[in-house]
């Protein structure tokens, strides 16, 4: 199992895809993910498009998509196409799980989450039982008992245990809602997305989306990840740790401040971002990208 296969992807145009969470306004750590994916994007004179992951209202900002694209149009990082909603994509879900079923590739799990520690360890699976009409259960996919490898583009080879270190996991919440990883793998696939650039916290969920895609015989997907930035305190950045909204007052130099965190050298002084994101294109270099979680604290 791998996500690349060289043959496949030379053939395709370069998709690429930023899909944030609505549940808040872009931070800094964000926009350095965006701007690395619009960049690879660019530079391969490819498509790059935008994504809004609502599949969990109770967490949600209603005005944080509007935020979200008004943050990166103002900092230059336009997109291709109209925006897509998963909210909108839940007959593609449900189909897909349905293909699932009929492959005998998940089954329904009544464990509680309190109840489990570490990796899955498979105690519904062999109990055949049936799902319930109150939507009190979980369905998860069989995960294959072999190894996954992958080559990342920015962090190198990777291997997981697929069975040990990985398990059966979730592919429907007992609340009725997909779940992250089957909407993803089925979205990626019907926008034919090639490429996926994205902070190494979502490192994890390349096993389990590989699972879907092989699964389902899905198109393959290069993947590249990079570290996190992190804040004074050393901590990821993020919505939950309450990270503030990335400026965009001054789009230039927050540009600036993303392209330095990812490594690019000597961008030119300018106060005009469109000049800055040009450059950015032309001398965009993916192997310069730091291996270790950036420090940043705004000046």
């Not at 103002?74 to 492959?103: F, I, M, V």
């Not at 509680?112 to 369905?139: D, F, H, M, Q, W």
């Not at 092989?214 to 198109?219: H, P, R």
Request: proline residues 6%; hydrophobic residues 35%; contains cysteine.
């Amino acid at each position: 199992m791998t996500a690349v296969d060289a043959s496949e992807t030379s053939t395709r145009k370069y998709i690429g895809r930023f899909a944030p969470s609505p549940t808040g306004p872009l931070h800094f750590g964000s926009l350095v993910a965006a701007l690395a994916s619009w960049l690879d994007a660019r530079s391969h004179e490819g498509s790059w498009l935008l994504r809004i992951e609502d599949l969990d209202p109770p967490r949600e900002d209603p005005s944080a998509p509007d935020t979200i694209k008004r943050q990166l149009e103002t900092l230059g990082l336009t997109w291709d196409g109209a925006p897509l909603y998963q909210s909108t994509r839940q007959d593609a879900y449900d189909e897909a799980l349905n293909e699932l079923r009929n492959k005998g590739m998940v089954y329904v799990c009544t464990c509680s989450r309190k109840s489990i520690r570490g990796v899955y360890p498979g105690n519904c699976r062999e109990k055949r039982l049936e799902e319930s009409a109150t939507g009190a259960c979980a369905i998860r996919l069989r995960v294959p008992q072999k190894i996954a490898t992958f080559n990342d583009r920015i962090s190198g080879s990777h291997i997981f245990d697929l069975n040990n270190t990985v398990g059966d996991f979730i592919v429907r919440r007992r609340d009725g809602r997909t779940a992250y990883q089957l909407a993803v793998a089925v979205d990626d696939e019907y926008q034919n997305v090639t490429d996926i650039i994205r902070g190494d916290d979502l490192l994890d969920s390349t096993p389990r989306q590989l699972c879907i895609i092989e699964a389902l015989g899905y198109q393959s997907v290069r993947y590249g990840h990079l570290p996190v930035i992190l804040g004074a305190d050393h901590k990821k950045l993020s919505k939950q740790a309450h990270a503030a909204p990335v400026s965009i007052e001054k789009p230039e130099k927050t540009i600036r401040d993303a392209l330095l965190c990812l490594g690019q050298t000597s961008p030119p002084d300018t106060d005009n971002v469109q000049i800055l994101l040009n450059w950015a294109i032309e001398n965009w270099q993916p192997d310069m990208i730091p291996a270790r979680s950036t420090v940043w604290t705004p000046a």
